[in-house]
């Protein structure tokens, strides 16, 4: 799959093969086609992947994707709106979820025709079952809304839309990881700065480029790995976001990350959502079917943050259960009961949950209950981006758009999941907003007699020199001397302690486990002052620890040492801009739970935190069209 030869210059570049990317490349192919593709000329676009497109964690979406077909029962997009943002405790803005709402069915139609595999109901219809937080009628009953394939529709969507991309004749370049994002600052109080390229590292060749392009696309996926428990990828390190950081931009509500209810025990995998729109039961160590008390309309299909800190109550209150694999530990999970569903039934509709509690917590959900506890999901903020995909900065009051510069899927905040995110709404987000962007960037290119003038390459040599001898000094090993600057994600000026490469602080995977864990005592579920506080502090021992980190071996050609290095280094980064917007966040509002403020303060923080990598944080408000906000309650 890896061209020929990476140029050093396209009209395009995606950064990340999963729903959004390849939407992404999808819909800048098809709209220039329908153009006419300007000039009958093919256009230079390249999508740059640090993972084998079909390992992208697009492909590990279980339950379905959300959109108002009406296909078993009646429903709405207007319900789908409403749900959207009362699920995002109102701090959705409006506009934009109101093209998710309305969209949606257009997307999941395209990506039948695309070669989706949904599951269908007798009459060959696209099936569809009930998902958390989605209703009838502004909040009546649950609705049946999130059109499924069994519990693989990412394995599906992702399938498909790489199929299409082949077919197109995208081009991509597999397992190559981009190290910077060169962004120049603004030349007037109107711009907001413009992106000249990447340096991207090619890790079978071991050799760093430049590649300059005329529209930069990020699509690089959440930051699961900020926690120890999670039911994210091992490659889902917050890359892109702390691109945008460390080149000088700013993240959205980035203090929102979701929890998912149904982790497989400790180890975190996740148990779709479908488990229990299928009839599954959440018990607590009393046998009791706990989330009636918590969310008496809805249940165990409440929104996810909901049933999270329901869990966790439960567990504070000591009716938490053990895992069976170790039944002499913490009793910190509550059970999932799926013993109701038929055998049938749950082996054509839940293969993969089935497959995953036999496989990793040898238990038979037909008849044995299951542990399950919260888990890491999604980052419902992001880089701040239009509903056309454009990243932008907010300042003096005002959006100052980048020229040149895109995101999309869940490292993007087009701010259509606010403070908690639907289940449903993820995949709908990636595909439907992927989409719209690659189309914007077809009418730039269509609309543009010459590409953009970028003859001044010296901010492109600067960054691959910098980023050049940052590589020299991983791989001289740890005997060399201190670096004379930190891992380029930081600007602190503390003096690195010195250590050897034999001692234990000199591992990128060990320190992400410390991250992990800190992560998790900090902000996981619930927090306050003292946890955010105590969060911070620990940061600061594990950026002086991060500048200590030196390769093992002397080659960078397919040392995956070096590539976990910069990964600790945007972890950090990251890590630091969501406890601080976290302190920021004086109330309690959907993912956010803080315990010394657990109300919801409309009146102080109906707005987005725009927080950048020098810890400055703004208020961005919310668009409020037709749905003032309300009290939430399921």
Known sequence: MNPQKVRNRYDAVIVGAGAAGLSTALGLYRALESDGNRNGSSPKVLVVSKLQPLRSHTGSAEGGIAASLGNQEKDDWHWHYYDTIKGSDWLADQDAVRILAEQAPDIVIQLEHDG??????????????KFGGHTADYGGHPVRRAAYAADRIGHQILHALWQQCLRQGVEFAEEWYVTDLVVDPPTDEESGGHARGLIVLDTHAGKLQAIQADNIVLC?????????????SWDLTGDGMALAL????????????????????HTGILLSEASRAEGGVLRNSQGRAFMQDYAPGHGDLAARDVVSRSIMAEIDADRGVADPSDPDGPHDCVWL??????????TTLLPQVTETIHRYAHL??????????????????GIPITDRGRVYRWQDGRRRIIDGLFAAGECSCVSVH???RLGGNSLLDACLFGT????????????????????????????????QAFMDELLAGASKADPSEPALADS????????????????????????????EEAVAVRCNQSSIEKGLRGLNQLDTDARQLRAHSGTAVLNQEVTAIMEVDNLLTLARAVLNASLQRRESRGALYRSDYPQRDDEHYLAHTMIDAKENVSWQPVHIVDMPPKGRNY
């Open 116 to 129: 989706v595999a949904f599951s269908r109901t007798e009459d060959g219809h696209i099936a569809q079952r």
């Open 220 to 232: 690089t996926g959440g930051a699961g790995r900020l926690f120890h428990t999670t039911s994210n």
């Open 246 to 265: 460390q080149s000088g931009l700013q993240l959205e509500d980035v203090e929102f990350i979701q929890f998912h209810p149904t982790g497989l025990g």
């Open 337 to 346: 009961d799926m013993t109701g569903i038929d055998g049938q039934r749950m």
């Open 364 to 381: 038979d959900p037909t008849v044995d209950m299951v542990p399950v506890k919260p888990t890491a999901h999604y980052t419902m903020g």
């Open 418 to 420: 606010g403070a908690n």
């Open 436 to 467: 719209r962007t690659g189309q914007t960037i077809a009418a730039g290119m269509s609309k543009a007699d010459e590409p953009n003038d970028m003859t001044d390459t010296s901010p492109l040599t600067q960054a691959l020199q910098k980023r």
């Open 492 to 519: 602190q000026s503390e003096e690195p302690d010195r250590g050897d490469d034999t001692s234990p602080s000199n591992n990128p995977y060990a320190l992400m486990g410390r991250l992990g864990r800190l992560m």
